[in-house]
């Protein structure tokens, strides 16, 4: 179920709370501890490319625009 499904259901149930209460109970996104759905860029919020390396925490994107930025030197 995407995001945008989520909020649709959600916003058609508010008018019946007893439903909307057992929807949420069984069909809630789980909370992320670890993987590709908790590393989020700081810098834009993108998931995917993720540079967590010295605790960075950029996307890849993010990264090439600020690297000189942080101190990095592209050797090539």
Known sequence: MTASDWRKITKQLRSKPAVLRKFLKH??????????ANQRCERCGRLGSHVGQYGIDLCRQCFREIAVELGFKKYS
């Open 27 to 36: 069909n809630r996104p789980k909370d992320r501890k670890f993987g590709i």
